[in-house]
């Protein structure tokens, strides 16, 4: 388990690409940040590699930094390209393939009961 970050204190990752090298058949993963709010955890997939179907009861949001990845969410493949941005809903079941060696981030965010309420609910 990576160390907690303080929610009251900033900071900055620098060089984390290079740090995190696309390693030969394996996936690996750095966690930048972790607090009550969020989690940022950078991976790095070989080509081939992939994670098997699952959820979070958090909220996701998946950013492809480089590579080229399929990204399963429910019943909808995704292609997806660097640049590239995908939200998954708490609870959304999701998988991926890596086609190519890849590196993405992943940013989870605690959804707390209000603010998942649609708008204008109360």
């Known amino acids: 388990m990576a160390r907690p970050t303080e929610l009251s204190t900033s900071l900055a990752f620098t060089g984390l690409l290079e740090s995190l090298p696309v390693t030969s058949s394996s996936t690996t993963s750095r966690v930048v940040v972790n607090n009550p709010a969020l989690r940022v955890v950078v991976f ?3 080509e ?3 994670l098997t179907e699952h959820s979070s009861p958090r909220a996701v949001v998946v950013h492809l930094l480089d590579g080229a990845i399929r990204f399963t969410v429910g019943d909808d493949e995704h292609t997806m390209a660097p ?6 809903a708490p609870g959304e079941r999701h998988a991926l393939v890596a086609d190519a060696p890849s590196r993405l981030s992943l940013v989870m965010v605690d959804v707390d009961e209000t603010a998942a309420a649609p708008a204008g609910a109360d």
């Not at 640049?83 to 998954?88: E, F, N, Q, S, T």
Request: glycine share 16%; charged share 25%.
């Open 44 to 46: 790095a997939f070989d």
């Open 48 to 50: 081939g590699e992939l």
């Open 83 to 88: 640049g590239d941005v995908l939200y998954l």
